[in-house]
């Protein structure tokens, strides 16, 4: 394979497809009946009876900014927080760094009320579908929460602008006092870990992001289950469950959620084979706002997109660790796999035509089931790796010897069993991501020598437990002293790198020390943020003529204007969609470039099918870049 240079690309809240843009308006997918099945169909409420509300349980929710007075949140555990590389506050500019006409404080814009003219956003519903108490506006309809009884820490990482889904896809960043952007989701993540949080949802898509692994893999380390939401789109990905490491979405070890009908089929808007995809959960005829637009007040219930079917398996796993509050994060996850609904098999199978991941989930066998008789390694994690090497397009991908690879460096894995020849990328994250499987099936096989020798508390030796010193192994450390400033924001206190339900259930005293080692974990985020940005690279960094277009999961190109009047036809270009080709200061609104509003303007009917999904090759001759100062895609 060969090895070129590239750009990290930088993520920040602009970089983002949510998880329903344009696919949650209400629609003959709406239910008929009025029941909000999710609820009704899946033993919840019989949980409830039974004092499991997700009560002690703390889950994190990363998406804009909440409208805290809506009627839903009343009584609701919610705290709010801002965790932010720079500090304590960060100002919004989608392209003008000097423009602080909104400013992100604490307390300050953290939230949304009411009195800024919004009624709701994508994120006031994620939050509402965990945790809410089912109230609306002037009596109607609200969110009502699986979990009603759980904490949730919500973290904003960006800006809510009004509009349809609280302006997510057009959401700008947040920009730093020392004028430059913020990656808010990974400092958020790292927080939430430091929190306590069981369960972190992240209902929206991402552009590649080479600094996401280390934060990633820290959290998954400490038993932290990573909830994130496939693309609402029927494009196929890749046959196999292999991940894509730079993609947050398929991140190996994540939970990829696809959205689930009342009758056991896949949703219309994204049935299509992907292989990435782990588990189905609720999504249509669920509560949403109507209209989709920030100044909504009615909640109906209809298509909710992969957003809300993350939310909802965010909401049933709250219930089981609060049911289960001694099993770890890999152990809920094995029991997820295993105990899919009709799968009495008490295995993970996954699907053999590759689009209903592990199956659909089962929120009452999962409550039935002692999750503490499996393995504590991520079954996500190890399914991804042995997976890799199935293939000879992935053989080796996780292999250790990628993680003596510079963090510029990356390989590309070319002509990959996928329908539209999508490529995956490695990186340092690869060898990592390998590393740490290892590390998990180890410490498991020597928890199970322990039992075997008859010793006692042998849990100390698994890879939840031993995860502190994994941290360290990693080299946290180390960055803290490199970088020297930075972390999350002043308003989060400094606990224990070791998640707070991790101590009382399995290792007791030793959390003074592991405070004392890994209060300031994020640090290590902080460092990598700050080499991406100084690497200054959008979110690709192509040779080759003609523009590359920000308009799916991965930038595609070179595109001629053809294959850009197709893409216009489809509705795949638009005037907002990022585009950047070489010569040009950073990816830039197609609709601001001269050249392509010709093609904007007369492109009346589809005239093609959708662009390949192919990624740039990896070049190393020198190519242009956009300068440290340039506009972030969008």
Request: charged letters at 20%.
């Given at each position: 394979?060969?090895?070129?240079?590239?750009?990290?690309?930088?993520?920040?809240?602009?970089?983002?497809?949510?998880?329903?843009?344009?696919?949650?308006?209400?629609?003959?997918?709406?239910?008929?009946?009025?029941?909000?099945?999710?609820?009704?169909?899946?033993?919840?409420?019989?949980?409830?009876?039974?004092?499991?509300?997700?009560?002690?349980?703390?889950?994190?929710?990363?998406?804009?900014?909440?409208?805290?007075?809506?009627?839903?949140?009343?009584?609701?555990?919610?705290?709010?927080?801002?965790?932010?590389?720079?500090?304590?506050?960060?100002?919004?500019?989608?392209?003008?760094?000097?423009?602080?006409?909104?400013?992100?404080?604490?307390?300050?814009?953290?939230?949304?009320?009411?009195?800024?003219?919004?009624?709701?956003?994508?994120?006031?519903?994620?939050?509402?579908?965990?945790?809410?108490?089912?109230?609306?506006?002037?009596?109607?309809?609200?969110?009502?929460?699986?979990?009603?009884?759980?904490?949730?820490?919500?973290?904003?990482?960006?800006?809510?602008?009004?509009?349809?889904t609280g302006g997510l896809a057009g959401t700008g960043a947040c920009i730093g006092d020392d004028g430059s952007s913020s990656d808010l989701s990974g400092s958020a993540l790292a927080d939430a870990v430091d929190s306590g949080a069981r369960v972190v949802n992240m209902s929206y898509t991402t552009m590649p992001d080479w600094g996401y692994a280390p934060v990633a893999l820290h959290a998954i380390r400490h038993g932290v289950?990573?909830?994130?939401?496939?693309?609402?789109?029927?494009?196929?990905?890749?046959?196999?469950?292999?991940?894509?490491?730079?993609?947050?979405?398929?991140?190996?070890?994540?939970?990829?959620?696809?959205?689930?009908?009342?009758?056991?089929?896949?949703?219309?808007?994204?049935?299509?084979?992907?292989?990435?995809?782990?588990?189905?959960?609720?999504?249509?005829?669920?509560?949403?706002?109507?209209?989709?637009?920030?100044?909504?007040?009615?909640?109906?219930?209809?298509?909710?997109?992969?957003?809300?079917?993350?939310?909802?398996?965010?909401?049933?796993?709250?219930?089981?660790?609060?049911?289960?509050?001694?099993?770890?994060?890999?152990?809920?996850?094995?029991?997820?796999?295993?105990?899919?609904?009709?799968?009495?098999?008490?295995?993970?199978?996954?699907?053999?035509?590759?689009?209903?991941?592990f199956g659909a989930v089962d929120p009452e066998r999962l409550l039935e089931t002692d999750p503490t008789v499996y393995p504590d390694v991520n079954p996500l994690l190890e399914w991804a790796v042995r997976a890799s090497g199935e293939h000879e397009e992935t053989k080796g991908m996780y292999t250790d010897s990628y993680s003596d690879l510079k963090d510029e460096y990356t390989s590309r894995l070319g002509d990959v069993f996928?329908?539209e020849g999508e490529q995956i990328e490695c990186s340092k994250a690869c060898g990592l991501i390998g590393r740490e499987y290892e590390r998990e099936r180890k410490a498991w096989e020597r928890v199970e020598q322990c039992r075997k020798d008859g010793g006692s508390d042998c849990m100390r030796y698994s890879a939840t437990a031993t995860a502190d010193e994994a941290d360290r192994e990693a080299g946290w450390d180390d960055v803290?002293?490199?970088?020297?400033?930075?972390?999350?924001?002043?308003?989060?206190?400094?606990?224990?790198?070791?998640?707070?339900?991790?101590?009382?259930?399995?290792?007791?005293?030793?959390?003074?020390?592991?405070?004392?080692?890994?209060?300031?974990?994020?640090?290590?985020?902080?460092?990598?943020?700050?080499?991406?940005?100084?690497?200054?690279?959008?979110?690709?960094?192509?040779?080759?003529?003609?523009?590359?277009?920000?308009?799916?999961?991965?930038?595609?190109?070179?595109?001629?204007?053809?294959?850009?009047?197709?893409?216009?036809?489809?509705?795949?270009?638009?005037?907002?969609?990022?585009?950047?080709?070489?010569?040009?200061?950073?990816?830039?609104?197609?609709?601001?470039?001269?050249?392509?509003?010709?093609?904007?303007?007369?492109?009346?009917?589809?005239?093609?099918?959708?662009?390949?999904?192919?990624?740039?090759?990896?070049?190393?001759?020198?190519?242009?870049?956009?300068?440290?100062?340039?506009?972030?895609?969008?």
């Amino acid at each position: 394979m060969m090895v070129g240079r590239h750009l990290r690309r930088t993520l920040s809240a602009v970089a983002v497809v949510v998880a329903c843009v344009g696919l949650c308006a209400p629609s003959a997918l709406a239910s008929d009946d009025g029941v909000d099945w999710r609820i009704e169909d899946m033993g919840v409420r019989d949980a409830w009876a039974s004092g499991i509300t997700g009560e002690g349980v703390t889950v994190a929710v990363i998406d804009d900014q909440v409208v805290s007075d809506h009627p839903s949140l009343e009584g609701v555990d919610v705290e709010y927080r801002l965790a932010s590389e720079n500090g304590d506050s960060c100002w919004y500019s989608q392209f003008d760094k000097d423009d602080r006409s909104r400013v992100m404080r604490k307390p300050g814009d953290v939230t949304l009320s009411t009195s800024d003219g919004f009624y709701t956003t994508h994120g006031t519903h994620m939050v509402g579908l965990i945790a809410g108490n089912g109230k609306g506006y002037d009596g109607g309809m609200g969110y009502q929460g699986i979990a009603p009884g759980a904490r949730v820490v919500a973290y904003p990482f960006g800006f809510a602008d009004k509009g349809d889904t609280g302006g997510l896809a057009g959401t700008g960043a947040c920009i730093g006092d020392d004028g430059s952007s913020s990656d808010l989701s990974g400092s958020a993540l790292a927080d939430a870990v430091d929190s306590g949080a069981r369960v972190v949802n992240m209902s929206y898509t991402t552009m590649p992001d080479w600094g996401y692994a280390p934060v990633a893999l820290h959290a998954i380390r400490h038993g932290v289950v990573l909830v994130r939401a496939r693309a609402n789109s029927t494009r196929a990905g890749l046959y196999d469950l292999v991940g894509q490491p730079v993609y947050g979405q398929y991140f190996p070890g994540s939970v990829t959620v696809n959205s689930l009908t009342r009758d056991g089929s896949v949703s219309a808007t994204s049935d299509v084979m992907d292989g990435n995809v782990s588990i189905l959960s609720p999504g249509v005829g669920v509560p949403i706002h109507k209209g989709v637009r920030t100044d909504s007040r009615e909640v109906v219930l209809s298509d909710g997109g992969n957003s809300s079917a993350a939310a909802d398996l965010t909401g049933y796993l709250a219930l089981v660790f609060q049911k289960w509050p001694e099993a770890t994060g890999n152990q809920v996850l094995q029991s997820l796999v295993r105990n899919t609904r009709g799968n009495g098999s008490g295995e993970a199978r996954l699907d053999p035509e590759h689009k209903r991941g592990f199956g659909a989930v089962d929120p009452e066998r999962l409550l039935e089931t002692d999750p503490t008789v499996y393995p504590d390694v991520n079954p996500l994690l190890e399914w991804a790796v042995r997976a890799s090497g199935e293939h000879e397009e992935t053989k080796g991908m996780y292999t250790d010897s990628y993680s003596d690879l510079k963090d510029e460096y990356t390989s590309r894995l070319g002509d990959v069993f996928s329908p539209e020849g999508e490529q995956i990328e490695c990186s340092k994250a690869c060898g990592l991501i390998g590393r740490e499987y290892e590390r998990e099936r180890k410490a498991w096989e020597r928890v199970e020598q322990c039992r075997k020798d008859g010793g006692s508390d042998c849990m100390r030796y698994s890879a939840t437990a031993t995860a502190d010193e994994a941290d360290r192994e990693a080299g946290w450390d180390d960055v803290k002293a490199d970088y020297g400033r930075g972390g999350v924001s002043k308003s989060s206190s400094s606990k224990s790198s070791l998640p707070s339900w991790f101590v009382p259930a399995v290792i007791g005293g030793p959390a003074a020390l592991t405070a004392a080692l890994f209060g300031g974990i994020a640090l290590a985020v902080t460092h990598v943020r700050r080499k991406r940005r100084r690497a200054a690279g959008a979110m690709a960094t192509p040779t080759a003529d003609g523009y590359y277009a920000a308009a799916g999961p991965t930038p595609t190109g070179p595109l001629d204007a053809k294959r850009l009047a197709s893409m216009v036809a489809d509705g795949t270009l638009t005037g907002t969609t990022p585009v950047w080709r070489q010569g040009m200061d950073g990816w830039q609104p197609a609709a601001t470039i001269a050249e392509l509003i010709p093609i904007l303007q007369t492109v009346s009917t589809p005239t093609a099918v959708g662009p390949s999904a192919t990624m740039p090759q990896a070049d190393t001759s020198p190519i242009s870049k956009p300068p440290e100062d340039a506009p972030q895609a969008q």
